[in-house]
């Protein structure tokens, strides 16, 4: 085990799909950086911010970095599952059923809006984000290896949308809270518009493919070696824990979010060039992990309190690890 922060080549390949990212998104490095983690774990992920802060460029951005097939579906409350993970229609001269696939067959899904969808809709999307396969007319369909979702919502527009559920919710790795971009990065906004960039034309972004999907199954299996210490293992169990001890939290995390906190630290510390987790790792990774995995009680809601607030002052509070050179060198698998 390396106990340096020197990249590693793998790393080094998933830091150069990011380096592309950036000379397209501006201003948004975590965004980016958490997007990057969600797709290096295996993970989905849902972007919330106001309309015209990036969120779709940056996935459009990310598919042509990867040379993975995208698919973009705009959620709308007519949008029915069949537009979604297609039907079968007859075919009047073989006299049979053919199954035409719908949108949801690609490497990197984009659900555009998704709470504007009814909840029939939405959950035609938890088959595939848990299982990677889907069901029509009862024959099941794999999905390829590589489907990710990266869904997208507004949080300040509530007419005409469909609050996602919990069981929705906990479908994504991470929620990823979109917000401005600092003055000057939007202000290189405009220069790159007069250099002749339009979000609309992908074509003037400049991204270059830097890796295939095959080569995004190799980081993800390097991602799958990082070592987690057991006692960082041990601080993850014990924040997730604690989220079900908060006077402020009507529901707290499950079981299942201990296990997204510990795929989606691993992530972090690949792209940090480690192959050890350390507990700024899960630090980082906490808020995104747990934000949309936890409900507040009405009276924190009626005194102003919210959700990034508490999960940060649960982890304030909680010690964290110490991991030193000795310890690094005893995490060593046999």
Same mark, same amino acid.
């Given at each position: 085990?390396?106990?340096?922060n020197?990249?590693?080549?793998?790393?080094?390949?998933?830091?150069?799909?990011?380096?592309?990212?950036?000379?397209?998104?501006?201003?948004?490095?975590?965004?980016?950086?958490?997007m990057?983690?969600?797709?290096?774990?295996?993970?989905?992920?849902?972007?919330?911010?106001?309309?015209?802060?990036?969120?779709?460029?940056a996935?459009?951005?990310?598919?042509?970095?990867?040379?993975?097939?995208?698919?973009?579906?705009?959620?709308?409350?007519?949008?029915?599952?069949?537009?979604?993970?297609?039907?079968?229609?007859?075919?009047?001269?073989?006299?049979?059923?053919?199954?035409?696939?719908?949108? =949801?067959?690609?490497?990197?899904?984009l659900?555009?809006?998704?709470?504007?969808?009814?909840?029939?809709?939405?959950?035609?999307?938890?088959?595939?984000?848990?299982?990677?396969?889907v069901?029509?007319?009862?024959?099941?369909?794999?999905?390829?290896?590589?489907?990710?979702?990266f869904?997208?919502?507004?949080?300040?527009?509530?007419?005409?949308?469909?609050?996602?559920?919990?069981a929705?919710?906990?479908?994504?790795?991470?929620?990823?809270?979109?917000?401005?971009?600092?003055?000057?990065? !939007?202000?290189a =906004?405009?220069?790159?518009?007069?250099?002749?960039?339009?979000?609309?034309?992908?074509?003037?972004?400049?991204?270059?493919?830097?890796?295939?999907?095959?080569?995004?199954?190799?980081?993800?299996?390097?991602?799958?070696?990082?070592?987690?210490?057991?006692?960082?293992?041990?601080?993850?169990?014990? =924040?997730?824990?604690?989220?079900?001890?908060?006077p402020?939290?009507?529901?707290?995390?499950?079981?299942?979010?201990?296990?997204?906190?510990?795929?989606?630290?691993?992530?972090?510390?690949?792209?940090?060039g480690?192959?050890?987790?350390?507990?700024?790792?899960?630090? !980082?990774?906490?808020?995104?992990?747990l934000?949309?995995?936890?409900?507040?009680?009405?009276e924190?809601?009626?005194?102003?309190?919210?959700?990034?607030?508490?999960l940060?002052?649960?982890?304030?509070?909680?010690?964290?690890p110490?991991?030193?050179?000795?310890? !690094?060198?005893a995490?060593v698998?046999?």
């Amino acid at each position: 085990m390396s106990t340096d922060n020197a990249p590693t080549p793998a790393a080094e390949r998933a830091g150069a799909v990011l380096d592309q990212l950036g000379t397209v998104v501006l201003g948004q490095e975590d965004m980016l950086r958490q997007m990057m983690v969600a797709l290096l774990a295996g993970g989905h992920a849902l972007l919330e911010g106001v309309p015209g802060t990036a969120k779709t460029l940056a996935i459009r951005a990310l598919a042509l970095a990867l040379e993975l097939r995208f698919g973009r579906v705009q959620f709308t409350p007519d949008l029915m599952p069949t537009d979604l993970v297609g039907t079968n229609v007859l075919d009047e001269l073989k006299r049979q059923f053919v199954y035409h696939p719908g949108p =949801i067959f690609t490497d990197l899904l984009l659900a555009d809006e998704i709470n504007r969808a009814p909840a029939k809709t939405q959950a035609a999307l938890l088959e595939a984000m848990q299982e990677r396969q889907v069901t029509v007319d009862g024959e099941t369909r794999r999905l390829p290896a590589g489907f990710t979702v990266f869904a997208s919502q507004n949080p300040v527009e509530y007419e005409g949308t469909y609050p996602l559920p919990e069981a929705q919710l906990d479908r994504f790795l991470l929620k990823v809270q979109v917000g401005y971009p600092a003055a000057d990065a !939007e202000r290189a =906004i405009l220069d790159r518009y007069v250099a002749g960039f339009a979000a609309e034309r992908p074509e003037t972004y400049g991204v270059r493919p830097v890796l295939t999907s095959a080569d995004l199954a190799e980081l993800r299996l390097a991602v799958q070696a990082v070592h987690v210490e057991p006692t960082v293992r041990d601080y993850v169990t014990r =924040i997730v824990r604690a989220t079900r001890e908060e006077p402020s939290f009507a529901l707290g995390a499950s079981p299942r979010a201990g296990v997204a906190l510990f795929l989606a630290s691993r992530a972090e510390a690949f792209l940090s060039g480690r192959d050890f987790v350390t507990p700024d790792d899960v630090k !980082e990774l906490a808020l995104p992990v747990l934000r949309h995995r936890v409900v507040l009680t009405p009276e924190a809601e009626v005194e102003g309190q919210t959700v990034d607030e508490r999960l940060a002052a649960i982890l304030a509070t909680l010690p964290a690890p110490l991991l030193g050179k000795r310890d !690094e060198a005893a995490a060593v698998p046999a």
